[in-house]
């Protein structure tokens, strides 16, 4: 029997941290990105209150610039594609196993080289016994409770470019085979022009056992009703729906980009909430810091890992110990 992966919010022994490696694909926002990132990575650190933080770096010279941002985390060179470790690296269970899944870029939108075995040389390094699971699945598109619930979308994981037409019930039996879940909230569709097809990471979280996290939509936000389905369906569902404001509008390059308040990150001494400099920036932080007194929620702009169509979950994975 599989032990469900811990909820995100129990203790970590260290969290990977993707570190923008590629000039070719960050261009202009490299520099910009790695301040993000080397931020997000000192918040999460918190001083050696949080967690051990395995920054990786996909080559040498990354490397080297990881070291001279972030002196206090590990630095970790492997080769990968880019940085969104949420999707690429290996979900570990309850007891410690890790699940390396089949990644396939996302729908076969970006097949970049060290992408699809990023996961399984983490796992070899941080001494996981391995378990291959030969069906495609990102970690981003999954967020559970820790009792064995988990929330999803079927815009991502039954989209037929990810494992053909499987259907609900077969999926729901490999989530239960492969990671230990055995209820599923399917959520319907994501946020509007997410090229993951929908991560249900930037639309609902999981802050405590039944109770799950959703935008409550900004006057001009395009995902209004996309929020209203994802409440009504968790409401049914029997769970406590926890309001988060949501940034509205963002516009990049003159077209509307996910942003997320959800793309947070949980960990052992911080919540760390990406801003877009928008009006509910404060206002999510305040919410966010309600739900998790415990924790310090420190919001830190992440306009250029936005750039590369994630924020601070999607360059991250944690390793719960």
């Known amino acids: ?176 085979r492969d990671l230990g879940y055995d209820r599923v909230l399917w959520l319907g569709d994501g946020l509007l022009n997410d090229h993951t097809d929908g991560h249900v990471d930037n639309l609902a979280r999981f802050v405590g056992e039944g109770r799950l996290a959703i935008p409550v939509a900004a006057d001009n936000d395009p995902n209004w009703q996309v929020y209203q389905q994802a409440a009504a369906r968790a409401e049914a569902f029997g769970l406590a729906v926890v309001p988060i404001p949501s940034p509205g509008r963002v516009i990049r390059d003159d077209e509307i980009v996910p942003a997320s308040y959800m793309n947070f990150y949980i960990g052992n001494a911080s919540v760390v909430v990406p801003l877009y400099g928008a009006a509910n920036d404060q206002a999510a ?4 810091q309600a739900i998790f007194p415990q924790h310090e929620v420190v919001g830190l702009r992440a306009d250029a890992i936005l750039t590369g169509g994630g924020s601070f979950h999607c360059i991250s994975q944690q390793i719960p110990g």
Request: hydrophobic letters at 45%.
């Open 285 to 288: 932080v305040q919410a966010i």
């Open 1 to 176: 029997m599989t032990l469900p992966p811990p909820p995100e919010w129990a203790h970590h022994k260290a969290v990977w941290i993707g570190f923008p490696s590629h000039a070719e694909l960050w261009q202009e926002d490299l520099d910009e990105a790695r301040a993000e990132v080397a931020a997000f990575a000192k918040a999460v650190h918190a001083d050696r209150r949080g967690e051990k933080v395995l920054l990786v770096a996909a080559d040498a010279e990354a490397g080297v610039a990881a070291t001279r941002l972030a002196p206090f985390a590990e630095v970790v060179v492997e080769r990968f594609g880019d940085i969104w470790l949420r999707d690429t690296a290996v979900i570990l269970t309850g007891d410690g196993t890790a699940r390396d899944f089949a990644f396939n870029g996302w729908g076969g939108k970006y097949d970049l080289p060290g992408d699809d075995d990023i996961g399984a040389r983490l796992a070899r390094r941080a001494k996981k016994s391995i378990v291959p699971c030969d069906w495609v699945l990102e970690g981003g598109a999954l967020d559970g409770d820790g009792t064995g619930l988990v929330v999803t979308t079927e815009q991502c994981v039954l989209n037929p470019n990810r494992n053909g037409h499987i259907g609900k019930a077969e999926i729901e039996e490999r989530l239960q």
